[in-house]
Nanobody
Framework: QVQLVESGGGLVQAGGSLRLSCAAS????????MGWYRQAPGNQREFVAR???????NYADSVKGRFTISRDNGNNSVYLQMNSVKPEDTTVYYCNVAAKSSRTSSSRDYWGQGTQVTVSS
């Protein structure tokens, strides 16, 4: 079982910056892709950014050029640097990790509890 603890959310002015962090712990054999999603009330959860174990990244068009995802494999952590934030970035952000419990098991998705980001105009 993988536990994910997120931090770094809060209130920021439009045009400002915020950095989200997510640390994974628990019993797992390996962590594959790590990523961030966001979900506003009444909406579906949407993809924000993803990084593979090899460091390949991809982003939603809405955040490309403004957000940067990175990871620290030694600390089983993933980060989301949010620059030039906009009011429409306001919502709850969720950390997502794909991990294997053993060498032969399938990869499973795990989710953090969510952290609120509010951008004031």
């Amino acid at each position: 079982q993988v536990q994910l603890v997120e931090s770094g959310g809060g209130l920021v002015q439009a045009g400002g910056s915020l950095r989200l962090s997510c640390a994974a712990s628990g019993g797992f054999f390996s962590i594959n892709a790590m990523g961030w999603y966001r979900q506003a009330p009444g909406n579906q959860r949407e993809f924000v950014a993803r990084i593979t174990s090899g460091g390949i990244t991809n982003y939603a068009d809405s955040v490309k050029g403004r957000f940067t995802i990175s990871r620290d494999n030694g600390n089983n952590s993933v980060y989301l640097q949010m620059n030039s934030v906009k009011p429409e970035d306001t919502t709850v952000y969720y950390c997502n990790v794909a991990a294997k419990s053993s060498r032969t098991s399938s990869s499973r998705d795990y989710w953090g509890q969510g952290t609120q980001v509010t951008v004031s105009s």
